[in-house]
């Protein structure tokens, strides 16, 4: 919610990187510094220090970030001269992170300048989150500028979420902490924020009395890719429900707040999250589809199902899709459907909400069956909004006899739309999530991230759903690669007198 004029360079920073090999360290966090750099929002004189296993020198770490850059076509392939300059940033200390020497050497490194702020960007399996984080406190490295940023998932359940959060406040006040969750730095998100609350002309129909019902939707076409091993322990739920598809709802569902700063905002998205109506066996089963794709066709080829995929055990019955319905119990929202799903291996690869409004109390024109207004705000691959409204198709003559004999006209509406597309209207080129992020955390702006208590509510919601998974209840619901999921999930909607977007 803050606009990227209002960014502050700080005198100096040493980003370490928990993970400086790793895949997030690669797809992500490199291409992010890198797009900051160029953008020439990266504070001067900091370091970027990549902490792995791998025994090797500046030298070497700067030449395997530099084959990152290779294989980048177009304007953000950086010449070799831009490339130089990024590198000399790029520092590299071997670790063991069970190891408290290794610590010491990190601290060694780090007081060879004292930067105005350390970032700690733990990277890593979370089973490695309290390690790390204990030892840095051993090694007396969370000093007051020390801010820590940890990467989803943060624990598989509500205990290990806990046990977490636990550990990292014994060391670090809840101010240093930045939990990240990529979807809210994502400018379409922040367009959210400012649609919502910098604009009054939505505020009066945000309510139950004008809207019917609200679809998140975070679909992808990909499948599991090289994650099987990973994936197949957190699945759909924990790995996109939790986090992403939650702080959606949050922004969609949550009272404005008193102001733009970062406890205002965490405050609200926590009540929407403590609103969430509590399951029962009966809502357990038939508000909750769990699926898993099995062979079929994306973007026009042969792929494998889910239990085919590399990493992947033989008869996994972990979900890689999930559609739910819940309710918000707040006067705002009370008996105002929300359903959410996301699935990978879907149709398409897109993300949106669409608020469906209700219809006219009574109408007088001819309209498409079902048809009425709806606001549609396009995550990606788009970022835009689409306002249905429904305007006149065409004029047909009627003898109206049964108004006196006269003589009126029955306009037949027929469905239009407003389009604004925020790329063309700001160009694409715009920052990116986790540039976006990781400028946060070195400015100590904490308005984008996750606070603990925000984060346990969402595990303690979603945990009676892994429950009773566990308990062997809803196995997956197989759909084949390439469509849009369950057919459960359209029939869950149906029930309740709705249809998906792409059904309507
Ligand atoms: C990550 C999940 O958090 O988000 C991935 O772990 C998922 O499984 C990704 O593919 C989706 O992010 P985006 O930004 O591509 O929608």
Same mark, same amino acid.
């Given at each position: ?33 890198? %797009? ?24 070497? *770490? ?44 990190? &601290? ?49 359940? !509500? ?32 367009? /959210? ?37 990973? *994936?197949?322990?957190?699945? &759909? ?40 109506? &509590? ?12 699926? %898993? ?45 929300? *359903? ?44 835009? /909004?689409? !306002?249905? /409204? ?10 109206? &006899? ?34 976006? !992020?990781? !400028? ?65």
């Amino acid at each position: 919610m803050q606009s990227t004029t209002d960014i502050v360079k700080p005198a100096g920073f040493d980003l370490i990187l928990f993970g400086g090999t790793g895949d997030l360290a690669w797809r992500k966090l490199m291409p992010a510094l890198f %797009q900051a750099f160029r953008h020439g929002s990266l504070p001067e004189g900091g370091r970027i220090i990549g902490v792995a296993r791998d025994d090797l020198s500046d030298a070497q *770490y700067r030449s395997l970030i530099a084959s990152r850059f290779r294989d980048v076509e177009g304007p953000k392939q950086p010449s070799a001269a831009e490339f130089d300059r990024f590198a000399a940033l790029l520092h590299y200390v071997r670790m063991d992170l069970s190891k408290a020497e290794d610590y010491q050497r990190l &601290a060694a490194t780090l007081a060879e300048r004292q930067a105005a702020t350390v970032v700690m960007y733990v990277a890593t399996a979370p089973g490695l989150f309290t390690t790390v984080v204990e030892q840095l406190a051993a090694a007396g490295l969370n000093t007051p500028h020390t801010r820590v940023v940890l990467e989803k998932p943060l624990g598989h359940d !509500l205990e290990s979420n806990r046990a977490i959060n636990e550990s990292v406040a014994r060391v670090f006040g809840e101010r240093q902490v930045f939990r990240i969750d990529h979807y809210l730095g994502k400018p379409s998100v922040q367009n /959210l924020f400012a649609l919502r609350f910098g604009n009054a002309l939505f505020e009066p129909l945000w309510r139950r009395e004008t809207i019917a019902n609200i679809q998140i939707t975070i679909a992808e076409d990909l499948g599991v890719e090289k994650r099987g091993n990973f *994936y197949d322990s957190t699945g &759909a739920l924990r790995d996109m429900v939790q986090n992403h598809a939650l702080q959606l709802l949050c922004a969609i569902a949550m009272e404005p707040p008193i102001n733009a700063h970062a406890d205002a905002i965490r405050d609200e998205k926590l009540k929407v999250l403590r609103s969430l109506k &509590a399951w029962t066996p009966e809502t357990l089963s038939q508000h909750v589809i769990r699926g %898993q794709y099995s062979a079929g066709n994306s973007g026009g080829k042969a792929v494998p199902g889910y239990l085919q995929e590399a990493g992947v055990p033989a008869g996994s019955s972990t979900e890689t899709y999930v559609a739910l319905r819940t309710e918000i119990e707040n006067w705002r929202w009370a008996g105002v459907p929300f *359903y959410i799903r996301t699935g990978k291996r879907l149709a398409s690869r897109e993300a949106h909400i669409v608020v469906n409004f209700r219809p006219t109390p009574h109408p007088i024109f001819k309209a498409p069956i079902g048809a009425a207004n709806k606001l549609v705000i396009n995550l990606q691959p788009r970022d835009g /909004l689409e !306002l249905h /409204l429904l305007a006149e198709g065409q004029a047909q003559r009627n003898t109206g &006899a049964h108004l006196g004999g006269s003589s009126v006209a029955t306009q037949t509406l027929a469905p239009v739309q407003l389009d604004l597309d925020f790329d063309k209207r700001f160009g694409n080129e715009r920052v990116g999530a986790y540039e976006r !992020l990781l !400028l946060d955390v070195i400015d100590g702006r904490l308005n984008l991230f996750v606070r603990s208590d925000e984060q346990e509510e969402a595990w303690h919601w979603v945990q009676p759903i892994l429950e009773n998974w566990d308990a062997g209840f809803a196995p997956p619901r197989p759909y084949a690669a390439g469509t849009w999921g369950p057919s459960a999930a359209s029939a869950m909607i149906a029930r309740d007198g709705h249809c998906w977007s792409e059904e309507a």
